[in-house]
């Protein structure tokens, strides 16, 4: 798949890892728009059901249509479940806004076709506790939903997984805190140009559907499940 030309929408793209994505497919030739809920072209709450319709929609007519989805939004915030009563917002968040993302972006998608980029993360994998209960099941539910569409109206759907990545906001809590109180075991960071490099990759090679590109620090890439 050629970037140049591409319309491309990067959500949660007003810093950190989707800033970084979407610098990196203007400077391949896209045309790029922004979904955050400040600092961006496009404001939206992405915890909010419905939402992510009106994105869409509010991208393709900035863009004249839509070719790349990458769909980056997610985090959650203390208390967490079962401590907490808006449980239901960062499952919104970081899948389910995902979903319904995808479900209106098809049509668009589809008439190149196009792709889906998923970013995960490593707190889905594994079975030790994780702090951010809604997060981690949250991003298990995105991997599988990776998987399990695949290729659908022939738009691919990867995902990439990312253990903790070295953005501006996590070398700032280094600044007070140790790599083994911030990041889940192993205590590695992970380069931000390695993710965007993923992403890249996940875009432009068309033999890929379907499949989960897993990022470690110190790490070579690997695929989550062979093919």
């Not at 896209?30 to 809920?37: E, F, G, L, P």
């Not at 929609?57 to 479940?81: C, H, I, K, M, Q």
């Not at 076709?113 to 997060?135: F, H, Q, R």
């Amino acid at each position: 798949m050629e970037l140049a030309g591409c319309a491309a929408l990067v959500t949660g793209g007003a810093s950190g890892i989707g800033a970084a994505i979407a610098a990196d497919l203007e400077v391949a030739g896209a045309r790029v728009v922004i979904a955050d809920r400040v600092g961006s072209p496009v404001a939206v709450d992405l915890s909010r059901p419905g939402e992510a319709r009106r994105m869409v929609a509010e991208a393709v007519e900035r863009l004249a249509g839509l070719d790349v989805l990458v769909n980056n939004a997610g985090g959650y915030s203390s208390p967490t479940f079962p401590g907490n009563d808006d449980w239901r917002s960062p499952l919104e968040l970081n899948l389910l806004s995902a979903m319904e993302s995808i479900k209106y972006a098809l049509p668009w998608l589809a008439k190149l076709p196009g792709c889906v980029v998923n970013v995960a993360s490593s707190a889905a994998l594994g079975d030790d506790p994780y702090s951010g209960v809604e997060y981690a099941v949250a991003k298990a539910g995105l991997i599988r939903l990776t998987s399990a569409l695949g290729t659908i109206d022939g738009v691919r759907v990867n995902s990439v997984c990312p253990h903790t990545v070295a953005t501006e906001a996590v070398r700032r809590s280094l600044e007070t805190r140790t790599l083994e109180e911030l990041a889940p075991p192993p205590p590695t960071l992970l380069d931000l140009e390695e993710v965007v490099a993923a992403v890249r990759q996940l875009i432009e090679d068309d033999s890929r559907s379907g499949r989960v590109l897993v990022l470690v620090g110190g790490e070579r890439p690997r695929f989550l499940h062979s093919a």
